[in-house]
């Protein structure tokens, strides 16, 4: 995201609490069986504090905030799949304040399958990510505008080359100018559409329902 230099610190440590949780859970065992929601509750509690407490973030000192609001865990939206890299994807211009500027590459691909119907979810790369693990794959599914942000939500991935890709969207999240203009989110790319509902990981926010 482009933001103001005063919230680089919040996200950034987001972003590295994230990072790090999704690095541990990748070294565990490549299955989709061993599905667990106390990791899922610690993370959406840690979530909750960062972005409340930080300042930048989006509901720092905001009256009321208790939690953003969630799909309970939901081991039926965990996916493990072949990551399939793609050499020199196409470059992508997602930002909304920057036309005609690439923000991210396609870097590869994994295929979805689910009561007999496969979609391919295509993984992003920033270009102004450093790490070699680090990955992104914005989407939109069927939820979107009724019981999930209309705009699509996000799913942050850590990827082994070598390994199978753990797409586990309990961990899906709404970009931040879901709550508040300040900021400028990457857009969902057309070809990244679900066609199922994700009944899992976040839903829409309001402050009258935040509980």
């Known amino acids: 995201m482009k933001i103001p230099p005063a919230l680089l610190f919040p996200l950034l440590a987001l972003l590295v609490l994230l990072a790090t949780f999704l690095s541990i ?27 409340s407490s930080s300042v930048g973030a989006p509901f720092y000192r905001v009256s009321g905030f208790d939690s953003l609001r969630y799909f309970p865990p939901n081991k039926e939206q965990v996916y493990l799949a072949d990551f399939q890299p793609i050499r020199d994807g196409e470059l992508l211009d997602l930002m909304p304040d920057m036309p005609g500027f690439p923000s991210h590459s396609v870097a590869g691909f994994a295929v ?21 693990s680090v990955y992104f794959a914005p989407f939109n599914d ?21 390994r199978p890709v753990l797409l586990d969207f309990n961990f899906a999240s709404n970009p931040y100018c879901a709550y508040k203009a300040d900021f400028v ?15 899992a990981g976040e839903l829409t926010y309001s402050e009258n329902n935040s509980h």
């Open 25 to 51: 859970k990748s070294f565990g065992p490549d299955s989709n069986q061993d599905f667990d929601p106390s990791n899922i509750t610690e993370f959406r509690k840690m979530k909750n504090r960062m972005i």
């Open 185 to 199: 989110c990457p857009m969902v790319p057309e070809f990244n559409q679900i066609s199922w509902e994700i009944k």
């Open 142 to 162: 069927k939820s979107n505008g009724h019981e999930t942000y209309g705009g699509g939500r996000y799913l942050d991935l850590i990827i082994r080359r070598g």
């Open 112 to 132: 979805l399958e689910k009561n007999g119907r496969a979609d391919t979810l295509y993984i992003l790369k920033s270009l102004h990510e450093k790490s070699d």
